[in-house]
Each structure stands twice: as structure tokens, then as C-alpha cells.
């Protein structure tokens, strides 16, 4: 298993995305601004997550994304799979072979469980488990560090 860069921006722009809900439309320049990602590349990555069903693009004055369906609906699986495709989780991060993982039976064996583990915690864990709600913060999600959303400035 194996997740690109495009799927970390990805998950960190719909938790963006998400945890600004008074917003109608978020804009890829605040986007871009708030978590360092090139505005470039995270079109293209919008442009995937719109086709996954996942966001809503709005051209012209006043666009940006919004969610497609509410955050409570939203898993780490379809954002991950929107951008990188069902494969991802079948990609093995270590760079073995397929021929490799046949000469190491328990090996893959063990890969193969820690695989599905990994695989379910992203099937079951919703978008809106990666911020706080109003009743478990003194935050609200506007008011969440930037670091929340921007690991570099940790």
C-alpha cells in the first residue's frame, strides 16, 4: 500500500473543505494558500475528487469547491481511491515484486493481514473524524490551527 502526494493533498483539502462549512465554496487559492499546495497541482486533484463524487467545482466569479455529500458520508478510502484508484491499496510500499511476495509466503501472509487491517481503517473512518466537532472543542473548525491542515508549520 502505497498512497501518492496528490492523495495527502487530497484528504487534507476535503478536511479543509469540510471543516469550513459556513462557507459555501471554498477557493483553490485559499486552498492553496492555507495548506502550500501548488494551486496547479491541486486542481488536477480537485479535478479528480469532482469526478469521484467526492467535491463540486464552481467556475467564475465566486467559485471553488464544496462538498459533494456531507462529511459524515465521506470515507479516507473514497477520497484516496477518487485520486489514486482501487490499486493503491494493493501497491506494496516496501518496492517487492508480485514474483518476490510468491517466494515469501509468510511474509505475504503477514503483509496480506496488516493490508486488509490498513484497508478497513480507511473504509471506516469518516471525514468527519479528522476535526473536531463544536462539542468536543473549544475550537470551532474555523479556528483550528494551521497546523491542523498544514504540517509543516509543526
Same mark, same amino acid.
Given at each position: 500500500?502505497?498512497?501518492?502526494?496528490?492523495?495527502?493533498?487530497?484528504?487534507?483539502? $476535503?478536511?479543509?473543505?469540510?471543516?469550513?462549512?459556513?462557507?459555501? $465554496?471554498?477557493?483553490?487559492?485559499?486552498?492553496?494558500?492555507?495548506?502550500?499546495?501548488?494551486?496547479?497541482?491541486?486542481?488536477?486533484?480537485?479535478?479528480?475528487?469532482?469526478?469521484?463524487?467526492?467535491?463540486?467545482?464552481?467556475?467564475?466569479?465566486?467559485?471553488?469547491?464544496? &462538498?459533494?455529500?456531507?462529511?459524515?458520508?465521506?470515507?479516507?478510502?473514497?477520497?484516496?481511491?477518487?485520486?489514486?484508484?482501487?490499486?493503491?491499496?494493493?501497491?506494496?510500499? &516496501?518496492?517487492?515484486?508480485?514474483?518476490?511476495?510468491? &517466494?515469501?509466503?509468510?511474509?505475504?501472509?503477514?503483509?496480506?493481514? &496488516?493490508?486488509?487491517?490498513?484497508?478497513?481503517?480507511?473504509?471506516?473512518?469518516?471525514?468527519?473524524?479528522?476535526?473536531?466537532?463544536?462539542?468536543?472543542?473549544?475550537?470551532?473548525?474555523?479556528?483550528?490551527?494551521?497546523?491542523?491542515?498544514?504540517?509543516?508549520?509543526?
Amino acid at each position: 500500500m502505497h498512497f501518492s502526494k496528490a492523495s495527502t493533498y487530497g484528504i487534507r483539502s $476535503v478536511a479543509y473543505i469540510a471543516a469550513h462549512k459556513e462557507k459555501d $465554496v471554498v477557493s483553490i487559492r485559499e486552498l492553496s494558500e492555507q495548506l502550500d499546495i501548488p494551486a496547479a497541482f491541486l486542481t488536477k486533484v480537485m479535478q479528480r475528487l469532482a469526478s469521484g463524487y467526492i467535491v463540486k467545482t464552481m467556475r467564475g466569479h465566486g467559485g471553488g469547491v464544496s &462538498l459533494d455529500k456531507p462529511s459524515s458520508e465521506i470515507t479516507l478510502k473514497e477520497i484516496i481511491t477518487a485520486i489514486d484508484g482501487e490499486e493503491a491499496f494493493d501497491r506494496f510500499w &516496501l518496492g517487492l515484486s508480485e514474483k518476490h511476495m510468491e &517466494l515469501v509466503p509468510e511474509f505475504r501472509a503477514k503483509w496480506q493481514n &496488516l493490508n486488509n487491517n490498513i484497508s478497513d481503517f480507511f473504509s471506516n473512518t469518516r471525514l468527519t473524524e479528522l476535526y473536531p466537532s463544536e462539542e468536543k472543542s473549544e475550537h470551532k473548525p474555523i479556528d483550528l490551527p494551521a497546523s491542523f491542515f498544514n504540517p509543516y508549520l509543526r
